[in-house]
């Protein structure tokens, strides 16, 4: 009767064991590297970036579509980020000419003519380049 009854003990401490082993390995969150899956994750790291990227220009074109007489006749180019150049029509009807552009945030956009040019260049030092 004492043998069954070590059994009984040890019977239970590896059930338990095992209990927590495997209550460990499903909480896990590391997983074994599977081939092919840095192939993805690269493409979905490349594509997260893209959209950033499309993100920062869109808002900052919208920023410089604010200041301008006729925000629709703006056309944009080499952009990057916040940061441009940008063509629109003047007070007369006429178009100015491409001239860059730098919209960070919110509260600062600048388009090259429209602001002392060391501000201007200040800021486009420090965010676009």
């Given at each position: 009767?004492?043998?069954s ?89 006429a ?35």
């Amino acid at each position: 009767m004492k043998r069954s009854g070590k059994t009984g003990w040890f019977t239970w401490l590896v059930t338990i064991a095992f209990i927590a082993f495997g209550i460990a390995f499903c909480v896990s969150d590391k997983s074994p590297p599977v081939a092919g899956n840095t192939a993805k994750d690269e493409k979905s790291a490349q594509r997260d970036a893209e959209l950033a990227e499309a993100r920062k220009q869109r808002q900052g074109q919208e920023r410089i579509r604010a200041q301008l007489r006729d925000e629709g006749s703006a056309e944009f180019r080499n952009a990057k980020g916040y940061c441009g150049e940008v063509n629109a029509k003047n007070a007369y009807g006429a178009s100015a000419g491409f001239v860059r552009y730098v919209a960070p945030n919110d509260h600062m956009s600048l388009i090259e003519g429209q602001a002392p040019q060391d501000i201007f260049d200040e800021t486009w030092n420090a965010a676009c380049k």
